[in-house]
């Protein structure tokens, strides 16, 4: 399993992960700058009726791109300047890192710091440990942003760590300080739908019409979270599954910005039906 994270492309060792991004970027952007691509694509000012940049840009962001495993690549596909493409991951992975950084070096050193660490690195013989000693432990949550254990394995992609939480009474429900329950964060995360399906599953259809940021009535569902993102297979899916008259309450709240998302990220298909609202 471990030779699918090595790069075949000569630009990186290993494709990009949650644990050597480091190593990663720094072997990135000495490409670029040896292919004359740093200074005047990645850190310059874009310039989109330039011919010579668009040629540039491509270059550069299908270098990105490349070094990116398949499930990384999901989260900047839709990008089409190589500088947003690396400014969206320095901004998630530094964030990430920063967070690990403190917790190996003694700057958290409460339990649920580290049994989230473990949780995050797929450690699951040491993430068991913490529940043994403490089962409450599953769904404590995070000072930070209010994640519980099951967050931290959705935004991971650690699906078989979610599943066993899950199993041993880790809420799908939860929500984070954001009000993001896992299911909504998998939703906003990723393209991926295989862990939205299990959670559903699991946890019934009410999960997908639990609303985000909801101070006057109207926040996010999941199938706006996924449209707002770009990620087409998981817009596609979810709204297969959210009842049509969530979509159509309150004048077509859901269904009216749904439609503007689906339309500015080409998602047709199953979502095209809007149209005919």
Same mark, same amino acid.
Request: hydrophobic residues 40%.
């Given at each position: 399993?471990?030779?699918? +994270?090595?790069?075949?492309?000569?630009?990186?060792?290993?494709?990009?992960?949650?644990?050597?991004?480091?190593?990663?970027?720094?072997?990135?952007?000495?490409?670029?700058?040896?292919?004359?691509?740093?200074?005047?694509?990645?850190? &310059?000012?874009?310039?989109?009726?330039?011919?010579?940049?668009?040629?540039? +840009?491509?270059?550069?962001?299908?270098?990105?791109?490349?070094?990116?495993?398949?499930?990384?690549?999901?989260?900047?596909? +839709?990008?089409?300047?190589?500088?947003?493409?690396? *400014?969206? /991951?320095?901004?998630?992975?530094?964030?990430?890192?920063?967070?690990?950084?403190?917790?190996?070096?003694?700057?958290?050193?409460?339990?649920?710091?580290?049994?989230? /660490?473990?949780?995050?690195? &797929?450690?699951?013989?040491?993430?068991?440990?913490?529940?043994? +000693?403490?089962?409450?432990?599953?769904?404590?949550?995070?000072?930070?942003?209010?994640?519980?254990?099951?967050?931290?394995?959705?935004?991971?992609?650690?699906?078989?760590?979610?599943?066993?939480?899950?199993?041993? &009474?880790?809420?799908?429900?939860?929500?984070?300080?954001?009000?993001?329950?896992?299911?909504?964060?998998?939703?906003?995360?990723?393209?991926?739908?295989?862990?939205?399906?299990?959670?559903?599953?699991?946890?019934?259809?009410?999960?997908?019409?639990?609303?985000?940021?909801?101070?006057?009535?109207?926040?996010?569902?999941?199938?706006?979270?996924?449209?707002?993102?770009?990620?087409?297979?998981?817009?596609?899916? /979810?709204?297969?599954?959210?009842?049509?008259?969530?979509?159509?309450? *309150?004048?077509?709240?859901?269904?009216?910005?749904?439609?503007?998302?689906?339309?500015?990220?080409?998602?047709?298909?199953?979502?095209?039906?809007?149209?005919?609202?």
């Amino acid at each position: 399993m471990a030779a699918a +994270n090595i790069a075949s492309t000569g630009i990186v060792l290993e494709v990009l992960t949650r644990d050597n991004y480091l190593d990663w970027s720094v072997l990135v952007k000495n490409y670029l700058k040896g292919k004359k691509l740093w200074k005047d694509v990645v850190e &310059g000012i874009p310039d989109l009726d330039n011919e010579d940049w668009q040629s540039k +840009n491509a270059q550069a962001l299908h270098a990105i791109q490349l070094s990116c495993g398949h499930y990384t690549l999901r989260e900047i596909r +839709n990008y089409e300047t190589a500088q947003e493409a690396w *400014n969206h /991951l320095k901004a998630d992975f530094s964030e990430h890192l920063r967070a690990d950084n403190d917790i190996e070096q003694g700057g958290l050193e409460s339990d649920i710091d580290k049994f989230h /660490l473990a949780v995050k690195k &797929g450690m699951w013989n040491d993430a068991i440990l913490f529940i043994r +000693n403490d089962g409450d432990i599953i769904s404590q949550k995070s000072s930070s942003n209010g994640w519980t254990s099951l967050h931290v394995a959705v935004d991971a992609g650690q699906v078989e760590i979610m599943k066993q939480l899950a199993e041993k &009474g880790a809420l799908l429900t939860e929500n984070d300080w954001e009000g993001y329950t896992p299911f909504a964060l998998a939703a906003k995360s990723t393209d991926d739908t295989e862990m939205v399906k299990w959670m559903l599953d699991k946890g019934g259809d009410n999960l997908l019409t639990m609303k985000i940021k909801a101070d006057d009535g109207n926040g996010d569902i999941p199938v706006l979270l996924a449209a707002t993102k770009g990620h087409k297979e998981m817009t596609r899916f /979810l709204f297969s599954k959210t009842g049509w008259f969530t979509l159509t309450d *309150n004048n077509y709240y859901y269904g009216a910005k749904i439609l503007s998302h689906c339309i500015h990220s080409e998602i047709f298909g199953k979502c095209s039906c809007l149209i005919f609202i």
